[in-house]
């Protein structure tokens, strides 16, 4: 079993949408949680950490359940600038990436 | 967050050199990682680069085809060595800062072609 599966997608969704992407872990005893952007042919960068209060920052919402073992992140009011590979990272003595879930805004 | 630069950014080389890639981050950092990217698909870790001493290597990667050094806090280079076509990949150098949060930020990446 992988240590971190995502839903590949791709999603494709109209400007202004709201979107959510899951992300399910497979070590209960991870310690964190990022959600990382990637954009085309440039590198990963630090979307949010995840906390397990869950988080908010603008548009973009993070939620950790420990008990199902999954992360999400939800994109409101989604902008063509959002278009992107949204990896999800888990850190349990080592960093796991997802294999990352394609986000296209379609104007 | 840490700055991190990589050069080169790309190269072409021909089976059986090598070709070093070096990573500078803009401060002292805790760790410093490794990454192959193919395209299309997620990372893997190659390597954790272990400050004075040898890198801590993952299943499937071998010190004598990806040397590793990393001689102070925000310095590290890696090595592929005697290349072939399969080693065309993203190689990406990452760091976690000083600040105690687990926290990665990437390098621009080095895009390799062997021929």
């Known amino acids: 079993r992988k240590e971190v599966e995502q839903d590949p997608g791709p999603f494709n969704v109209p400007e202004g949408a709201t979107v959510a992407f899951n992300c399910t872990y497979s070590?209960?005893?991870?310690?964190?949680f990022f959600w990382y952007r990637q954009d085309c042919r440039k590198e990963p960068k630090l979307l949010m950490s995840?906390?397990?209060s869950g988080n908010e920052d603008g548009r973009f919402t993070a939620q950790l359940n420990r008990a199902s073992q999954y992360i999400s992140l939800l994109i409101r009011d989604s902008k063509l600038s959002d278009s992107a590979t949204y990896l999800c990272?888990?850190?349990?003595?080592?960093?796991?990436f997802g294999t990352g879930t394609s986000l296209t805004v379609i104007p | 967050s840490a700055v991190i630069s990589q050069k080169p950014s790309r190269d072409i080389c021909q089976r059986g050199t090598s070709l070093t890639i070096q990573c500078q981050v803009d401060?002292?950092?805790?760790?410093m990682f490794w990454y192959r990217q193919q395209p299309g698909q997620s990372l893997t870790l190659i390597a954790t680069?272990?400050?004075?001493?040898?890198?801590?290597?993952e299943s499937g990667f071998v010190i004598d085809k990806f040397p590793i050094s990393r001689p102070n806090l925000t310095f590290s280079t890696l090595t592929v060595s005697n290349m072939s076509p399969e080693d065309s990949s993203i190689y990406l150098c990452?760091?976690?800062?000083?600040?105690?949060?687990?926290?990665?930020?990437f390098g621009p990446g080095t895009r390799l072609t062997v021929t």
């Open positions: 995840v906390y397990s």
């Open positions: 990452s760091a976690i800062g000083l600040a105690g949060v687990y926290e990665q930020y």
């Open positions: 401060s002292q950092v805790t760790m």
């Open positions: 070590n209960s005893a991870s310690q964190s």
């Open positions: 990272v888990v850190n349990s003595n080592q960093f796991y």
């Open positions: 680069a272990n400050q004075g001493s040898e890198a801590t290597y």
